[in-house]
């Protein structure tokens, strides 16, 4: 176990926000730890529900609604855990309840900041974290800030983030786009790693870093996360960074995901930190395979105020592989994931795409076909067994020439 549990009460609720797919398993180790789970979506359909005792029908993003139907639904229960699976306006909701209902978390105001990227650089700056430069462009020496990462300032990890090479890029890609809802930093060439870790009583804690494998540039699409890392031995620089981040925003109780390149000299910048769990599967399966930790459980009770056992900094973990499916430009012609329920070493297989469904090279994570976590007595044996994997798939892609 990694936790004492205390006696929960049969009227205590904790609420799921949202209700989709990536949720479930937040819903359920909720449910397992003996609470009521009360889910919020706007789709009635939504597959959480189904696991949920309580449903409110509701967009995430209006949290005033959601607080007002909650207060609809308490007659003598008590809200003891918010929390959310997934990002960007479902975190500032969850800020919102938990400040209201009295829930240890990230502060609301807070939270809005998160979704600005030139907020958090300036933030980051300004507590000594190193990030990656600004791009000066304008002046005689412009040709020599290339090549620059264009960013979103609103947004969401790499969603539409784009290598740029050289001033005719630029000007093309400033035609197409407000360069004004823009940011542009000095690329970075390294290794990028992300770290997953849990904010407890302002205290940050690491549970796994991993490393990360992304497409051929100008995106920035994710194909393989692995662990452990190479870089492990920069553990304590993580959390060095982990704690800057829960001091400045005040953070009481929250999961942490930080993704960082690593220079050639060893160097950390940061390229993103946001107070979540973080996708890829990487809180509700990488972990507990490489790592024997239950994130989600003890980030439950973490923010209902059970105690909780720390994780281990220092443990190595067992060889994970989250591998990625992708393809060329066609229609999904075949694909199964039957023929691989049995192989020993294979964790977890999705497939995101239904036959008949239109595939392209990635430019965006929703490009991707499918993923497979494997793991092995090695990481070159765990990455084995996902491509053999994937083999057996029996995946096809029609070209639109055939």
Request: hydrophobic content about 40%; glycine content about 6%.
């Amino acid at each position: 176990m990694f936790w004492k549990k205390k006696k929960i009460k049969s009227r205590d609720f904790f609420v799921s926000i949202g209700a989709g797919l990536n949720q479930i398993p937040l819903i359920i180790e909720a449910r397992k730890l003996g609470f009521q789970v009360i889910g919020v979506d706007k789709n009635s359909a939504a597959p959480g529900f189904y696991h949920c005792d309580l449903k409110i029908q509701e967009s995430v993003d209006d949290y005033e609604e959601i607080y007002i139907k909650l207060r609809e639904l308490l007659f003598d229960g008590n809200i003891a855990g918010i929390m959310t699976k997934s990002y960007g306006s479902a975190i500032i909701t969850s800020s919102f309840l938990c400040e209201k209902f009295g829930v240890p978390s990230l502060p609301f105001e807070e939270s809005k900041k998160f979704l600005n990227k030139k907020t958090m650089r300036k933030i980051f700056k300004e507590k000594g974290i190193r990030v990656p430069e600004t791009a000066r462009l304008k002046g005689k020496n412009i040709a020599g800030e290339f090549p620059i990462v264009a960013k979103p300032q609103i947004g969401h990890a790499k969603s539409d983030v784009k290598l740029i090479h050289s001033i005719d890029e630029f000007t093309e890609f400033t035609a197409e786009h407000e360069s004004s809802s823009f940011i542009f930093e000095k690329f970075v060439a390294g290794d990028e790693i992300i770290c997953a870790g849990i904010i407890e009583d302002k205290k940050y804690y690491h549970i796994l870093m991993s490393d990360k494998k992304t497409t051929p540039h100008p995106y920035f699409v994710d194909l393989m996360h692995s662990a452990p890392s190479r870089y492990m031995h920069l553990t304590d620089k993580t959390i060095e960074t982990g704690q800057i981040i829960a001091d400045a925003f005040n953070i009481q109780t929250s999961p942490l995901i930080m993704e960082f390149i690593v220079d050639k000299d060893e160097n950390l910048h940061l390229l993103e930190a946001v107070p979540e769990f973080g996708g890829e599967f990487i809180p509700d399966i990488m972990v507990p395979a490489a790592t024997g930790y239950n994130h989600l459980a003890g980030a439950i009770l973490s923010v209902t105020g059970n105690p909780v056992k720390k994780p281990v900094k220092n443990t190595l973990p067992r060889p994970v592989v989250v591998k990625y499916i992708t393809g060329e430009d066609g229609t999904l012609a075949s694909c199964s994931t039957d023929s691989v329920k049995n192989m020993p070493d294979i964790i977890f297989t999705r497939i995101f795409k239904n036959i008949g469904a239109q595939i392209k090279v990635p430019e965006m994570n929703h490009d991707r076909i499918g993923v497979i976590i494997a793991g092995g007595k090695t990481h070159e044996l765990a990455i084995a067994a996902a491509e053999e994997a994937e083999t057996k798939m029996n995946i096809r892609i029609k070209s639109d020439d055939e």
